[in-house]
């Protein structure tokens, strides 16, 4: 069984940088960030492969996101700079066996998720 943990949300101004870890207990390979802004369905942030190699990005995040991970920690990183009131959301980790571009943004294909964490963006 996987347990994963979010931290390091909170309130920013917009224009700030957040960085929000994901902690995983057991192990899993591929990682994704998703975020449910209110009033919103959750939707795909950021994806990694299990060795980080391979990532992708949903077009609202590219270029101002970036995952990142540290397996040695068992972590899992989404650093959000430039961030944007419409950034402001609850934001979810979630891990699935297998790192595949077609179904990263399929969350019926995540087995675990976080409990999720709030990241507000003041403008």
């Known amino acids: 069984q996987v347990h994963l943990a979010e931290s390091g949300g909170g309130l920013v101004q917009a224009g700030g940088s957040l960085r929000l870890p994901c902690t995983a207990y057991?192990?899993?390979?591929?990682m994704s960030w998703f975020r449910q802004a209110p009033g919103k369905e959750r939707e795909f942030v950021a994806s990694?492969?299990?060795?980080?190699?391979?990532?992708m990005y949903s077009d609202a995040v590219k270029g101002r996101f970036s995952i990142s991970r540290d397996n040695a920690e068992n972590k899992v990183y989404l650093q959000m700079n430039s961030l944007k009131p419409e950034d402001t959301a609850i934001y979810y980790c979630?891990?699935?066996?297998?790192?595949?571009?077609?179904?990263?943004?399929?969350?019926?294909?995540?087995?675990?998720w976080g409990q999720g964490i709030q990241v507000t963006v003041s403008s």
């Open positions: 057991g192990r899993i390979s591929a």
């Open positions: 979630a891990g699935r066996p297998v790192f595949d571009r077609r179904t990263a943004s399929d969350q019926r294909t995540y087995s675990y």
């Open positions: 990694i492969s299990g060795n980080g190699a391979m990532t």
